[in-house]
């Protein structure tokens, strides 16, 4: 219509507050944050409007993006996601709603992606991160924090070979209050050979040295 020289408007609006199903999910006259945006009054969307009306756009739209909040990390994946989407009330979506229909973009799946990998080691394709949806983001959360409780970081973790072995000497006080302790070597005693004075670290034990003076 506009091409042909006729009056063509169109407009996008956002999450509309006052009226409709946004009005009658808001508990308490507390905004919802849905699809990164909030609810615009009625009186503003008449403003815009008129606005609208004097402009020679034939595509336009109006709506509230949300303040995005940068807290600290999340305690889990799920809620780490779901910050960064903006939704703030499970109330007010469906859990079989996949991330697009939630308000994802596509700087919000690159920042998705960047999460899974380096706060949780969870590598997704972008078209995995399309297709999920919250129940799924729920389940995979979960068996996330099942692997956590499940391992035990001790147990895997081997500790250099200079710590164990200061481990084995440690609480050894047979010969603490000895200022000098002669240690065996591979010279005999009738032998001439020059003398080496060993010091021991820190730890102040002399079976640490012990494999070194034997060779």
């Known amino acids: 219509r506009k091409r042909e020289g006729y009056p063509a408007l ?29 609810q615009q009054r009625i009186s503003s969307c008449l403003q815009v409007m008129d606005k609208f009306l004097k402009q020679s756009e034939p595509i336009v739209g109006s ?5 995005k909040q940068y807290g600290g990390r999340a305690d889990n994946l799920f809620d780490a996601i ?23 973009d596509s700087m919000m799946a690159v920042e998705i992606k960047q999460t899974l990998e380096r ?10 991160i399309r297709g999920m949806t919250l129940a ?10 099942t692997e ?21 000497h440690i609480g ?13 070597t591979l010279v005999e005693d009738d032998k ?10 820190l730890e102040g034990m002399a079976a640490v040295v012990e494999p070194l003076c034997s060779r």
């Open 172 to 184: 050894t006080e047979e010969f603490s209050n000895v200022p000098i302790i002669r240690m065996k």
């Open 192 to 201: 001439d050979a020059p003398h080496v004075l060993v010091l021991p670290g």
């Open 10 to 38: 169109a407009i996008q609006w956002g999450a509309i507050g006052e009226v409709g199903l946004v009005a009658k999910m808001q508990e308490d006259h507390k905004e919802l944050v849905i699809g990164g945006t909030l």
């Open 148 to 168: 956590v409780v499940g391992q035990n970081p001790l147990a895997q973790t081997e500790l250099p070979e200079t710590i164990n072995l200061l481990l084995r």
């Open 136 to 145: 799924k983001l729920k389940d995979l959360s979960n068996c996330q924090e």
């Open 82 to 104: 779901l910050n960064i989407i903006g939704v703030s009330n499970l109330k007010s979506v469906s859990m079989h709603s996949s991330f697009p229909e939630l308000g994802m």
């Open 119 to 128: 706060e949780y080691e969870i590598f997704l394709t972008a078209q995995d």
């Open 63 to 67: 709506m509230l993006v949300a303040e």
